[in-house]
């Protein structure tokens, strides 16, 4: 029986990814540097190679700092990937400057323009010629990062206009059988980005943090009952290289793991029930993760 997740190539960079992702964001935000940097430590011992992390102001809390300590002796196991949340290219090289400080390395693996769905970034600032988009794709020339992509939760048209226009390398999309109601990247965006052959990664695939009263998070949306069918689901898309998923605790991160390493293919008696408490879900949710256009 296999000790480690599976690998799948992501897209045409040539990389190999293990088909589950480490999200920093929970970790950086409830755990201790050393309780994090263990974490880190067992999630390699596991296969899991592809690290998805992103400054503190960006929901990330101390992320960056503790991944950091684990890249000093362990930078070359790791597919290191941050964000740039910041339109304007020279805030988001400054803001790449700072992360890779952080970091303790001298580059990512990669880097993308964070959120393209919000309104702050708009892509008349982010693709224009001092926009976020072109300084990373010098960054990318200069060495400071391998690849450059575009991560989001919503307005699928933005992303859809971008990959036709710009040149890009990864798309990190909101995907999840219940959101496919809602933004549907998977069916307007990936069928295009997976022709280009672009590195396809999914998130939010347990659909996202359930929010509490005072203003903290807990748990996710989806129920536990369906968190098996949603990695399946999110896997089993095609030309999908990973799923990243937010993880603070060994349960979680050995809970994954199994999902990971015993994904087969959704029957079609499996898709239709999907398809029903999918659309169930996309009501209650509602856009819950921003504008749809």
Known sequence: MATTVPVRELGKTGVRLGVLGFGTAPAGLRLSRRDAIRLYEEALSLGINY?????????????????GYLLKERRNEVFLVTKCYEPSGE????LLQRSLKELQTEYADLVFV???????????????RNGCYPALMKA????????????????????????RAAEVDVLLNAVNFADRHTYDFEGTVWPTAARKRLGLIAMKVYG??????????????????????AVRYALG???????????????????????AMRVTALSPRER??????????????????????
């Open 114 to 128: 964070h959120s393209l769905g919000a309104d702050k970034m708009d892509p008349r600032v982010v693709f224009s």
């Open 51 to 67: 690290f998805d992390t992103a400054p503190e102001f960006s929901g990330y809390g101390k992320a960056q700092e503790q991944l």
């Open 272 to 293: 239709h029930e999907l398809e029903r408490v999918g659309k169930q879900l996309a009501a209650q949710w509602g856009a819950h993760l921003g504008d749809v256009v």
């Open 91 to 94: 805030a988001a090289f400054r």
């Open 140 to 163: 990318k020339a200069d060495g400071l990062t391998r690849f450059v992509g575009l991560s989001g939760h919503n307005r699928p048209q933005r992303f859809l206009d971008a990959i």
């Open 208 to 229: 996202g943090a359930r929010e509490l009263p005072d203003g903290g998070f807990r748990g996710c949306l989806m129920p536990e009952a369906y968190l098996d069918a």
């Open 237 to 259: 898309l095609p030309q999908v290289a990973s799923a990243v998923i937010g993880m603070a605790s060994p349960a979680e991160l050995h809970a994954n793991v199994r999902r």
